[in-house]
């Protein structure tokens, strides 16, 4: 798979989990289910790496992984206790499972091509 795709289905993915669950969040506000306080602090992890996203930046997308992890447990937390919720935690586990699979490959490959990445020690010469 080229690096372009993949950045554009990162990037698309993206954007729909952070309105997806912005909208989810503060109707839960609304509702009063939660506080809005509550429903802001869940949303505020997912704004650090959108800039990132949105230029295209690997390294962003290597370490924005970590945070859909704290989303992947919310989402299979609420498919497990789901009743009434259970289409959105299926939308909400599934969108968060092909991010944390596009992420890193997109983070690899395109990290590859501008010539990213850890460079090896050189080996001590013997004296």
Not at 55 to 65: D, I, Q, R
Not at 95 to 109: K, M, S
Request: include cysteine; charge should be positive; hydrophobic fraction near 55%.
């Amino acid at each position: 798979m080229k690096s372009s795709s993949l950045f554009q289905l990162g990037r698309i993915g993206y954007i729909a989990l952070l309105l997806l669950l912005s909208a989810w969040f503060i109707g839960q506000g609304v509702r009063g289910e939660y506080s809005v306080l509550f429903s802001v602090l869940w949303i505020i992890p997912l704004l650090f790496p959108l800039a990132g996203i949105i230029k295209g930046n690997p390294y962003t997308y290597a370490w924005a992984s970590f945070i859909l992890c704290l989303y992947m447990l919310h989402g299979l937390t609420l498919l497990y206790l789901a009743e009434t919720d259970l289409a959105f935690a299926l939308i909400e586990v599934g969108l968060i499972a092909a991010l944390l699979v596009a992420f890193p490959f997109y983070a690899r490959i395109r990290g590859r091509e501008l010539g990213l990445g850890l460079k090896k020690l050189k080996e001590k010469t013997k004296e």
